[in-house]
């Protein structure tokens, strides 16, 4: 009789998996040879066993079946079995079936059942929220959590509301899917006027904006109080009436957004809870939340926490080190020379080659919150101006921005960051606005390096927008060039023509480019200026500096 080959069988009961299977036919491979050369099962005896009835035994493999006096085959299978190679093959394949049927009904008894969460969760983790069951996720769209970016109790929420504001969510993205397919055929030609329904909704939103509340009441002073008191730093603070709902509802769209993005990074395998890095800094009299990943030494980035002296940006392992190095720390402001000093604001330039050691703690603290970051320790070749706000304790650090010492494409920014304690101040265009008073006096056209960052983008299109309606304002004549602009404000022709363009401020009529004045955005610029008022501007006449010759 031929032999056949063995394969691995599927599932006999429909619960279990194929490798279930594979396990069973290997574990009782020896006990079903066994039962070949003993005895066989045919036909008549495996359908007689199918419908409950007694099962009658086969002859031995050797045997050959007997014969009627003419040489023919009884007609009856229930008799004997058929001897032909297709019928043994048959006979062979159910009875390893029938074998393998009561294999799984005895022996995989004891089989864990299969879980039904995702095959990437690790269970033993646990979501560091005190009193969190790690149930539940902010986006709604997951069944467990393990960090707080995507915790519902940390945000005061429960996993039942996460899930209504999810579905809320994409209802809202339905909507406004539809209404983008709707305006497809508008986006064909470039610098359109805005629809009616563009209209409306910024009106709407204005409207919103205008319904904020000025102020809490004593009441909700109260609740706010009383709920940072129990919970501390362990929960989100009450956001409720502190700005316009419409406001309130994009912060929580965003905080979903990147808790499903950080999520899908995980699952990915590209974040790990447990990581080396920095979860916080102690920076002076404040304590910093960290956004991105820092090269610090192994030794420091696995504490989660660091501690910085503000002046010399010395890093340190806990509060008492930093108590006693502060203690003997003379250092009271940035190294360097001071060229700049207007009331409590100045401006240091440090040189990387003379202060190394400094410029490179600089780079470490700014990789925190700058992504596209890549200088940490190749601090030579660059000269950093660092700002500084002054008090009776010192000078602080407010930002800083780094530049090459011989740039080839006259880049007057290589690296720009305002503190996070400073941000949304109008210190960050006063860095902007100082690195292109010092490429004036050298003067040259400066423009910051590419890639920018995220916030440095938006930064410096504020800048460049309030630069050219200054110009455009205080402009008489009647023909204007962008080469003169540029002269004027030592800003690079191609970011004049980029900010003309998103303020619909550039049109080509007649074979010319025209540079239109759009009084009404001037207007809104004057108004703001004046409400703004000069607090936050740099002086050229406080500046005290040449430009350096050479390395």
């Keep these: 009789m031929p032999r056949r080959k063995r394969t691995a069988g599927s599932s006999s009961d429909g619960t279990e998996d194929s490798d279930f299977s594979a396990d069973v036919e290997h574990a009782e491979a020896a006990e079903i040879v066994h039962r070949r050369s003993s005895t066989r099962l045919t036909r008549a005896s495996l359908r007689l066993s199918r419908s409950s009835q007694d099962i009658k035994q086969g002859a031995d493999r050797d045997e050959t079946p007997p014969r009627t006096p003419t040489g023919n085959a009884p007609s009856s299978e229930s008799d004997i079995e058929v001897s032909s190679p297709s019928n043994d093959l048959e006979d062979e394949r159910l009875a390893k079936e029938l074998s393998l049927k009561e294999a799984a009904a005895h022996d995989l008894s004891h089989r864990p059942k299969r879980r039904r969460f995702h095959e990437s969760y690790n269970f033993n983790m646990k979501c560091p929220t005190p009193g969190c069951n790690s149930l539940g996720h902010l986006t709604g769209r997951h069944e467990r ?69 000025t102020g809490l009441n004593k009441e909700q002073k109260e609740k706010y109080m009383e709920h940072r008191q129990s919970h501390g730093t362990s929960r989100e603070p009450l956001l409720e009436n502190i700005t316009s709902d419409y406001d309130l509802e994009l912060f929580r769209k965003a905080q979903a957004r990147a808790s499903d993005d950080l999520e899908k990074l995980r699952l990915a395998g590209q974040v790990s809870e447990g990581s080396n890095m920095i979860k916080t800094i102690v920076f002076g009299r404040y304590e ?52 700049y000093r207007k009331g409590n604001i100045s401006v240091f330039e440090v040189d990387g080659k003379k202060n190394k050691i400094y410029c490179q703690n600089l780079c470490l603290l700014a990789k925190l919150f700058l992504d596209h970051k890549t200088l940490y320790y190749d601090v030579e070749p660059f000269l950093f101006y660092v700002m500084t706000e002054a008090d009776n304790t010192g000078c602080h650090l407010v930002g800083y921005f780094s530049k090459e010492k011989n740039s080839f494409l006259n880049y007057n920014v290589s690296c720009i960051l305002t503190m996070p304690q400073y941000m949304r101040q109008g210190y960050g265009k006063m860095l902007i606005d100082f690195s292109y ?115």
């Design 288 to 339: 910093l939340d960290t956004w991105y990943h820092s090269p610090y030494p192994e030794e420091y980035a696995r504490l989660g926490r660091l501690y910085m002296c503000e002046f010399c940006l010395k890093y340190m392992k806990s509060q008492t080190i930093l108590r006693r190095h502060m203690a003997k720390c003379v250092w009271k402001h940035p190294p360097g020379d001071e060229i």
């Design 145 to 213: 959590h393990f960090s707080i970016s995507g915790c519902p109790l940390y945000h005061n929420l429960s996993a039942d509301e996460c899930k209504v504001h999810a579905s809320t969510r994409d209802k809202q993205a339905e909507e406004r899917t539809l209404s983008h397919r709707q305006d497809e055929n508008r986006h064909s030609t470039r610098n359109q006027a805005p629809t009616e329904r563009q209209l409306r909704y910024k009106e709407k939103v204005t409207e919103l904006r205008r319904k904020r509340n």
């Design 437 to 551: 008073l010092l490429s004036k006096v050298e003067e040259k056209v400066g423009s910051p390096e590419r890639p920018l960052s995220d916030l440095g983008l938006i930064s410096y299109r504020s800048y460049w927008k309030e630069v050219l309606l200054r110009y455009l304002n205080n402009f008489q004549g009647k023909e204007i060039s962008i080469k003169e602009i540029s002269q004027e404000t030592a800003v690079n022709p191609v970011d004049i023509v980029s900010t003309l363009q998103s303020l619909q401020m550039l049109k080509y009529w007649k074979g010319k480019h025209l540079v239109l004045k759009r009084q009404d955005l001037i207007d809104d610029w004057k108004a703001k200026e004046t409400k703004r008022g000069n607090s936050k501007t740099i002086d050229p006449t406080a500046l005290k500096w040449t430009p350096p010759k050479g390395t």
